[in-house]
């Protein structure tokens, strides 16, 4: 795990689902539109009940 996953600076990413819980970080070093990031993102929103 390392220090990755400890929010060291602005810009670090936190996904949750939709009740809330964790997901997974990402470190602030990590564009935003990172191709494992948005995966994860739509990935996590195929299983939210609208």
Known sequence: MG?????????FKILFDSRGEFVRTWPSAVDPTDQAITHAIELNLQSWVL
Do not use: E, S
């Open 3 to 11: 220090n990755d996953y400890l929010p060291r600076w602005n810009f």
